[in-house]
T-cell receptor, first 114, second 113 residues
Framework: GAVVSQHPSRVICKSGTSVKIECRSL??????MFWYRQFPKKSLMLMAT?????????EQGVEKDKFLINHASLTLSTLTVTSAHPEDSSFYIC??????????FGPGTRLTVT | KQEVTQIPAALSVPEGENLVLNCSFT??????LQWFRQDPGKGLTSLLL?????REQTSGRLNASLDKSSGRSTLYIAASQPGDSATYLC????????????FGKGTHLIIQP
């Protein structure tokens, strides 16, 4: 149990376009979902926390108007990178938490902006 | 602000050796500490989760210890195998306003056949 999926696994988009990444908890309801970003040879950095039905809480330095997060249901959160630029190229990983503190991670999405 | 440091950054050992990966954190007020494995270009695989009230957790050849007061954790891998080659990440959950995990930069482990 506690499986989290992400779609797509890889995406290439042109500079200036927007791209949406989905995160789903497949076999449990997630009260909270998290979005992380990982640059090459760097650690994962938390971008934002989203609770179902409420606005996401963004970490300092993360532009909320650029990284739109929607947590429409207890099993789905989406991250939309708006007007993407090459510096947004990164590995984006989501996680989901049910009751308790443990987070279950998705397989990640590799975003390349050309 | 919580900071997590992992030492060494990289490690290469022959197959069969026992090894220890180290993790330290600056704020001892944590709820739990988790060790993950990450293969190149892949997501995270949770290895062990230690609650703040626990001293250690074991799973197969892996043993993780936690000394909360000193802000340290170790991951012990026994009888290493080439399949253990990966990046190992340590992360802490501090709760409060910081709802996500704080990760270290990882230890890149290579087990030589």
């Amino acid at each position: 149990g506690a499986v989290v999926s992400q779609h797509p696994s890889r995406v290439i988009c042109k500079s200036g376009t927007s791209v949406k990444i989905e995160c789903r908890s497949l076999d449990f309801q997630a009260t909270t979902m998290f979005w992380y970003r990982q640059f090459p040879k760097k650690s994962l950095m938390l971008m934002a926390t989203s609770n179902e039905g409420s606005k996401a809480t963004y970490e300092q330095g993360v532009e909320k108007d650029k990284f739109l997060i929607n947590h429409a249901s207890l099993t789905l959160s989406t991250l939309t990178v708006t007007s993407a630029h090459p510096e947004d190229s990164s590995f984006y990983i989501c996680s989901a938490r049910r009751s308790g503190y443990e987070q279950y991670f998705g397989p990640g999405t590799r975003l390349t902006v050309t | 602000k919580q900071e997590v440091t992992q030492i060494p950054a990289a490690l290469s050992v022959p197959e069969g050796e026992n090894l220890v990966l180290n993790c330290s954190f600056t704020d001892s007020a944590i709820y739990n500490l988790q060790w993950f494995r990450q293969d190149p270009g892949k997501g995270l695989t949770s290895l062990l989760l230690i609650q703040s009230s626990q001293r250690e957790q074991t799973s197969g050849r892996l043993n993780a210890s936690l000394d909360k007061s000193s802000g340290r954790s170790t991951l012990y891998i026994a009888a290493s195998q080439p399949g253990d080659s990966a990046t190992y990440l340590c992360a802490v959950y501090s709760g409060g306003g910081a709802d996500g995990l704080t990760f270290g930069k990882g230890t890149h482990l290579i087990i030589q056949p």
